[in-house]
């Protein structure tokens, strides 16, 4: 086609935004790990990098608190708590394009094929899914769900306001997930597999950054514990919070091990084990403290 051939009309491309410093974390956060339509970036490079890995752990807060005013709103309408935790979920992993659960499924292949590092490496980035990907992902769903369901019948003891309650200890799940992440992309943290997705954020937080982005988060999961149950509700959100995130420093140990390193599947698998064993904690430990 010669430029006397060229179509009258363009397509209008988006242009990208400049964001403001302080929103760019989120914006980043939202446009790489989401597909909830974000500002178009200038560039997405290590710097951007940084700033999404530093507010993905308030990223997950953000998504939670809809997922958790989705599961309220049903409790509150009376439908049951069975579809209030299969709307959150869904919300969840609809909002994420199912991101990391994909990288539950590719991390248990890999793992599963008990092959050496390279070539469990292969099979992670195979298209296919195959039988211990699929048993993985339902397990991970059902403990989900199993855990919002006790959640659910273990602050009705609470006394009113059982829809609420449900609400603030949904939204942590999703934050304390995101937040393994500070820790597996620490500079100590090897990249199993250069020049992929996860070796753009592999080893790009600060030792600093992480204990600061930490402890501001153990303040807000005490405070929404607080809210829920006075003392005993904060003891139990931290506690959940605190050992969920040393689940998470074992499980990326192993995988370290086994696969050499990081990679933006193990880092998928990361999120979704870390949120699935703090709503476990926090649905045992309910049950422990506020069961009839």
């Known amino acids: 086609m010669s430029a006397d051939d060229e179509p009258t009309h363009r397509i209008e491309r988006p242009r990208p935004a400049r964001i403001p410093g302080p929103a760019l974390g989120i914006v980043a956060a939202f446009a790489l790990f989401s597909i909830i339509p974000a500002p178009v970036l200038l560039r997405i490079d290590r710097t951007v990098a940084t700033r999404a890995i530093r507010a993905f752990p308030w990223m997950g807060m953000l998504l939670g608190v809809v997922a958790g005013l989705v599961a309220g ?6 439908a049951g708590s069975w579809l209030a935790g299969v709307l959150a979920l869904g919300w969840l992993a609809g909002a994420t394009g199912g991101f990391h659960l994909d990288g539950v499924a590719d991390t248990a292949d890999g793992l599963a094929s008990r092959k050496p590092a390279d070539q469990a490496l292969a099979v992670m980035k195979q298209s296919d899914i195959g039988p211990m990907g699929v048993i993985s992902l339902l397990m991970v769903l059902l403990i989900d769900l199993g855990s919002l369901t006790s959640l659910t019948a273990t602050s009705a003891g609470l006394g009113s306001g059982a829809w609420w309650r449900v609400g603030l200890l949904i939204l942590v799940g999703p934050a304390v997930g995101r937040a393994s992440i500070l820790l597996a992309t620490l500079p100590s943290v090897p990249c199993a597999r250069p020049g992929g997705f996860g070796s753009l954020v592999a080893g790009v937080t600060a030792p600093r950054a992480a204990a ?57 698998s990361l999120n979704e084990t870390t949120q699935c064993v703090a709503w476990a904690l926090m649905a045992i430990g309910a049950a422990l403290l506020w069961g009839a």
């Not at 829920?228 to 506690?239: P, R």
């Not at 995130?245 to 990326?252: E, F, M, P, R, T």
Request: proline share 0%.
């Open 212 to 268: 600061v982005n930490l402890a501001v988060l153990g303040l807000v999961w005490a405070g929404l514990g607080w809210l829920v149950a006075g003392w005993t509700g904060a003891v139990l959100v931290v506690a959940a919070c605190a050992l969920a995130l040393g689940w998470a420093q074992g499980w990326s140990r192993h995988l370290i091990r086994r696969l050499g390193g990081m990679t933006g599947d193990t880092f998928g």
């Open 73 to 78: 709103g049903v409790l509150a309408a009376g």
